[in-house]
């Protein structure tokens, strides 16, 4: 595996700060929003640089019930191959469910929610991993990923199903340690036996970020600084392996740069710390790690999954995303308040989302923004991605008598110029300016 070293996160709003950070030696940009004929200049410096880029994807869905899109699989093969990236990376979650393979709508989650630790649906990834890794010009990492709530009849451990998954298939782990956090607070669940648990020579490279805590629940906001116990886990990670790369993760709310230095210079302590320990002990190392379980003969064939394994894993999660995102009763052994904390959380990401893909809409609704997004965002959930829900949140807007002569105006014209070439006679066509001055709705 390729030293990576220590790294960020390459996001638009501090593109100039990364490019001057001295001791960057690689970035990782979320994939989906690559566009490969238009780079953004920072990046393409930085490449020109020697800096090493890798595309992180959210959106395949290895963890869902249905196998991997075969389209997102070319695009993130292509954005690889752009970038001269010696690896991609995934997470092992689900982001929509329902469709043919459960006859029920398709809903979107617009998030990453995790998959039970069941054997079938350990299966169902195994599956969609090594169909990703054939597809895939470069190695994949996947990604554990942080959770709120946990699934009814789990048969394994996080570490036990990492380290399944990585036996079974050889993919490669990218451990975020901001999510064993995480799911130390939620679920109860000891970051020191994942971390025996995993095969950790496996590791590609590592997360690090922050979130903050709100009742007792741990949000993984990617918006905070790092706190204390996320950096003493990657001393414990430290002193077990030395992991190839380490980078930090910033989505939001970003600071100026020397704070986001300081970060870095505090991941660089946690791994000094870490490999001093290691020193010490003279045994913390991959080779003398907790022993693990051998793959049994069920676990280690490769064969297809049988369709009723698959339908079985879509039912389950078809009827979760519906209660999270549809209102529809919860599931059976399910905690019911912990399922009301993700669906706030999942209306309240949507709505930032779609406020940075479409800013034409806050700027127009002004403060009224997020309260008319989310009570739309209540009744209606996701079908076809954040730019469509975007242009089916206006039309939404549209159909109803509360806005104001103007602002319909300009909304009516921004969704004729977004929605198609034929969009129904109703809505006149005209332009909206980008630089239109924010307009409270009429109540």
């Known amino acids: 595996m390729q030293r990576l070293g220590t790294g960020i996160g390459w996001r638009p709003e501090i593109a100039d700060a990364v ?12 994939a989906e929003n690559v566009c490969l004929g238009h780079l953004p200049d920072s990046l393409r410096r930085l490449r020109e640089r020697g800096v090493t880029v890798v595309p992180h994807g959210v959106a395949l869905g290895l963890g869902g019930a249905d196998r991997p899109d075969p389209g997102r699989l070319s695009a993130l093969a292509e954005r690889a191959e752009a970038l001269g990236s010696p690896l991609v990376t995934e997470h092992i979650a689900f982001v929509r469910a329902g469709g043919p393979l459960t006859a029920s709508p398709r809903l979107e ?20 991993v090594r169909i990703a890794q054939d597809a895939l010009p470069v190695p994949l990492a996947v990604e554990n990923i942080a959770a709120l709530f946990s ?17 079974r298939t050889g993919v490669r782990l990218l451990i975020d340690v901001a999510n064993l956090h995480t799911n130390h607070v939620n679920r ?18 590592v ?6 805590e709100r009742d007792g629940v741990w949000h993984d906001s990617h918006a905070h600084p790092v706190p204390r116990p996320v950096l003493d886990i990657l001393t414990d990670l430290a002193s077990r ?29 946690a791994l000094r710390k870490g490999r001093g320990q290691s020193r010490a002990a003279g045994a913390a190392t991959a080779e003398t790690s907790a022993p693990r379980p051998a793959a049994t003969a069920a676990t280690a064939t490769a064969g297809a999954v049988p369709d009723g394994v698959r339908e079985r894993l879509g039912l389950a999660q078809a009827a979760l995303l519906s209660a999270l995102v549809a209102g529809t009763p919860a599931p059976e052994g399910f905690d019911r308040a ?21 800013p034409e809409l806050p700027e127009l609704l002004g403060d009224a923004y997020r309260t008319e997004f989310l009570a739309y965002a209540h009744r209606r959930p996701m079908t076809g991605g954040y730019r469509r829900d975007a242009l089916d949140f206006a039309e939404h807007l549209l159909d ?6 103007r602002v319909r105006r300009e909304m009516r014209a921004w969704w004729r110029e977004r929605s198609g070439p034929a969009p129904r006679s109703a809505r006149p066509a005209a332009r909206l300016a980008r630089g239109a001055r924010r307009v409270l709705l009429g109540r």
């Not at 490019?19 to 979320?30: F, N, R, T």
């Not at 989650?109 to 969609?128: F, K, W």
């Not at 999942?346 to 989302?353: D, E, T």
């Open 19 to 30: 490019e001057a950070m001295p001791g960057i030696d690689w970035v990782e940009v979320v």
């Open 188 to 205: 109860g669940e000891d970051p020191a036996k994942a971390l025996a648990e995993l095969p950790v020579e496996a590791i590609a490279y």
């Open 338 to 358: 912990r399922l009301r904390v993700q669906t706030r959380a999942l209306a309240g990401k949507r709505a930032g989302v779609v406020a940075k893909v479409a």
């Open 207 to 212: 997360h690090v970020a922050g979130g903050f």
């Open 109 to 128: 989650a617009g998030h990453l929610l995790p998959v039970p630790r069941t054997r079938d649906a350990l299966d169902v990834l195994c599956e969609n």
């Open 241 to 269: 392996v030395a992991p190839a790369g380490v980078l930090l993760e910033r989505d939001e709310n970003f600071p100026e740069p020397a704070e986001l230095e300081g970060e870095l210079a505090a991941i660089r302590e």
């Open 151 to 167: 699934w009814p009849g789990e048969e394994m451990t996080e570490g036990q199903f990492l380290y399944e998954l990585a036996d």
């Open 400 to 405: 109803s008598d509360r806005l104001q002569a």
